[in-house]
């Protein structure tokens, strides 16, 4: 099983590009991987409650500090 992370940046506008992180994450899942959703830029939008309703899902909010010392402790390099 692997960890994989999926990064949306398109927000509501572009409903197509929005959707490629979930429906990539949801393919991952069913064959047994263990994915994260990263949402940047206008992405962020679709987690407002007047575009969906988390009441109840399993959805976390991070920190940017979090993000950046678990990238750290991998001693890895990321590039955006």
Same mark, same amino acid.
């Given at each position: !099983? %692997?960890?994989? $992370?999926? $990064?949306? #940046? %398109? /927000? =509501?506008?572009? +409903?197509t +590009? @929005? *959707?490629?992180?979930?429906?990539?994450? !949801? *393919? @991952?899942q /069913?064959? /047994?991987?263990?994915?994260? &959703?990263f949402? @940047?830029g206008? @992405?962020?939008?679709? !987690?407002?409650? #007047?575009? #969906?309703? $988390?009441? *109840?899902?399993?959805?976390?909010f &991070?920190?940017?500090?979090? &993000?950046?010392?678990?990238?750290?402790?991998t001693?890895?390099?990321? =590039? $955006?």
């Amino acid at each position: !099983m %692997a960890r994989v $992370l999926y $990064l949306g #940046t %398109a /927000g =509501s506008d572009d +409903r197509t +590009r @929005a *959707g490629f992180p979930f429906n990539f994450a !949801m *393919g @991952a899942q /069913g064959a /047994g991987h263990q994915p994260e &959703i990263f949402l @940047a830029g206008e @992405a962020v939008y679709l !987690m407002k409650d #007047t575009v #969906t309703d $988390l009441k *109840g899902k399993n959805a976390q909010f &991070i920190n940017p500090k979090v &993000i950046v010392e678990k990238v750290a402790a991998t001693d890895k390099v990321v =590039s $955006l």
